[in-house]
């Protein structure tokens, strides 16, 4: 049976006010829900005898502007559709942020905002000032993270890294790193294995929440089917691997630059040498 999360959440002077309604929460994932919001199967019982075609989302702390988002239902399924990567745009959001929705009836839901440091955001100038949100304009798909410390994961310098260590000698190191999106991507420099390790890393702070047990890979020469073969710590480009390496005429030593521009889709970028 689900659970009704704690419904009391604490102010930062110190007091607590009881809040009303069912709740749940997301972690938003870039590729994963920000495209659309898959509203938990459990919480279905609080909504579907009042689901519309539309949703009207409010922060907790504003009460001058709402959202309205497209609901679609597909199945047993309630996702917020259009409408919604408009609200990560405008709220800055895409980082591993941390969403409590409260339900408010008839299709309205207040939303408390955590930000990647546990911390909530107090108020509406908070997210006029925050940082540039990971979700550009004119963009349907997942998303690169921006320029980020230590504590945080960017893959364009695990890429950087990657290629400097194993392909600084090949002669086109220079073009490869030359590459930028703002898309998520690592760099593989290509063995003569039959299967390639999507990098730990990578799999961990991009792939893991996900349930796909394949992968859309696109070239020139089309677009190509590849199975993902679970492994410690990541998995493996698998069954396709080898159709799409002799399609593409892929040698060893040859760059190729993985870019998820899609959930399960990325764009592979090919440095020959």
């Given at each position: 049976?689900?659970?009704?999360?704690?419904?009391?959440?604490?102010?930062?002077?110190?007091?607590?006010e009881?809040?009303?309604?069912?709740?749940?929460f997301?972690?938003?994932?870039?590729?994963?829900?920000?495209?659309?919001l898959?509203?938990?199967?459990?919480?279905?019982?609080?909504i579907?005898?009042?689901?519309?075609?539309?949703?009207?989302?409010?922060?907790?702390?504003?009460?001058?502007?709402?959202?309205?988002?497209?609901?679609?239902?597909t199945?047993?399924?309630?996702?917020?559709?259009?409408?919604?990567?408009?609200?990560l745009?405008?709220?800055?959001?895409?980082?591993?942020?941390?969403?409590?929705?409260?339900?408010?009836?008839?299709?309205?839901?207040?939303?408390?905002?955590?930000?990647?440091?546990?911390?909530?955001?107090?108020?509406i100038?908070?997210?006029?000032t925050?940082k540039?949100?990971?979700?550009?304009?004119?963009t349907?798909?997942?998303?690169?993270?921006?320029?980020?410390?230590?504590?945080?994961?960017?893959?364009?310098?695990?890429?950087a890294?990657?290629?400097?260590?194993?392909?600084?000698?090949?002669?086109?190191?220079?073009?490869?790193?030359?590459?930028?999106?703002?898309?998520?991507?690592?760099?593989?420099?290509?063995?003569?294995?039959?299967m390639?390790a999507?990098?730990t890393?990578?799999?961990?702070?991009?792939?893991?929440?996900?349930?796909?047990?394949?992968?859309?890979?696109?070239?020139?020469?089309?677009?190509?089917?590849?199975?993902?073969?679970?492994?410690?710590?990541?998995?493996?480009?698998?069954?396709?691997?080898?159709?799409?390496?002799?399609d593409?005429?892929?040698?060893?030593?040859?760059?190729?630059?993985?870019?998820?521009?899609?959930?399960?889709?990325?764009?592979?970028?090919?440095?020959?040498?």
């Amino acid at each position: 049976m689900a659970r009704r999360a704690c419904t009391s959440l604490p102010f930062h002077d110190g007091s607590v006010e009881e809040e009303k309604g069912p709740t749940f929460f997301k972690i938003i994932r870039p590729g994963f829900n920000t495209e659309h919001l898959r509203i938990p199967p459990a919480f279905r019982k609080h909504i579907l005898h009042e689901s519309t075609k539309r949703a009207t989302l409010k922060l907790k702390n504003s009460s001058d502007t709402s959202w309205t988002v497209k609901v679609s239902i597909t199945g047993r399924d309630i996702y917020l559709k259009d409408g919604w990567q408009e609200f990560l745009r405008e709220n800055s959001l895409g980082d591993s942020e941390f969403l409590v929705f409260r339900y408010d009836k008839n299709m309205h839901f207040i939303i408390n905002i955590f930000d990647k440091n546990c911390v909530e955001r107090v108020n509406i100038t908070d997210l006029r000032t925050h940082k540039a949100s990971t979700f550009p304009d004119n963009t349907k798909g997942p998303l690169a993270r921006p320029p980020t410390g230590d504590h945080r994961y960017d893959s364009a310098v695990e890429a950087a890294h990657v290629l400097k260590s194993k392909g600084e000698h090949l002669p086109s190191y220079a073009a490869a790193a030359a590459f930028k999106s703002k898309f998520p991507y690592f760099a593989k420099v290509l063995a003569g294995s039959k299967m390639v390790a999507i990098p730990t890393h990578f799999y961990r702070e991009i792939f893991s929440s996900s349930k796909y047990d394949e992968l859309f890979l696109v070239t020139s020469k089309g677009k190509f089917t590849v199975t993902l073969l679970p492994c410690t710590d990541t998995v493996m480009l698998s069954g396709g691997w080898s159709s799409f390496r002799n399609d593409n005429q892929l040698q060893e030593d040859d760059i190729c630059i993985f870019e998820l521009v899609k959930e399960n889709t990325m764009v592979v970028h090919i440095f020959r040498n």
